[in-house]
């Protein structure tokens, strides 16, 4: 099954580069060279680990790229705007990206970088274990990358605390409100209080 949702990464992957290479347009060639985005990098997406990465917050922040999580079905792709030059989507309800993160004692806040097209395609879950946090950005969405202060993940441990993070779309235990698709993810950010 796993090789099945690998093939099927790629092969999205790469219907969407090939769609992006024959558009023709421009506009993005002057959206690079404008101040404070980041060059796309060169070459294929990074291949999703095989397991879930493991963190250790050290300091006052951890960020974790979306591309450097473990993931299925998520959809990564060159971004020349996102921190780390790819970004992932959302594509299905079968999406999910996850990473180890070992926190010390204290409280924290995370948060989730998100370029959602419109109010339709910007609701997803995030868990810290069995814990869901319903996460999505302003109302309506600005329409570039912004970080989720509006729905922030409010965590406190009272002891060095291991935790596995996971990325989805839905919270099965609330399905009268679904998340949705189509939102672009670039990093999870978690900050000391």
């Known amino acids: 099954m796993k090789l099945v949702n690998k093939v099927v990464t790629v ?12 558009c023709g347009s421009t506009s993005g060639a002057s959206d690079s060279s404008s101040a404070g985005a980041s060059a796309a990098p060169a070459g294929p997406a990074p291949e999703s680990p095989s397991e879930p990465p493991k963190y250790t917050f050290e300091g006052s922040e951890l960020k974790i790229e979306l591309e450097n999580m473990y993931n299925e079905e998520f959809l990564i792709f060159a971004d020349a705007k996102a921190s780390g030059g790819y970004a992932g989507k959302l594509v299905s309800e079968e999406s999910i990206a996850t990473a180890i993160v070992t926190f010390p004692a204290g409280d924290y806040v995370g948060l989730v970088m998100e370029d959602a097209p419109d109010g339709n395609h910007d ?3 995030v868990f810290i274990n069995d814990t869901a ?3 999505f950005p302003s ?21 060095e605390t291991t935790v596995t993070v996971k990325i989805q779309q839905n919270d099965p235990n609330r399905p009268n409100k679904p998340g949705e698709t189509g939102m672009k993810l670039d990093y999870i950010v978690f900050k000391k209080k």
């Open 133 to 135: 946090y319903r996460t």
């Open 139 to 159: 109302d309506p969405p600005i329409g570039t990358y912004e970080l989720t202060t509006r729905t922030p993940m409010n965590l406190h441990f009272d002891a």
């Open 11 to 22: 092969v999205t992957a790469i219907a969407a580069i090939a769609m992006l290479a024959s």
């Open 123 to 125: 609701a997803f879950n």
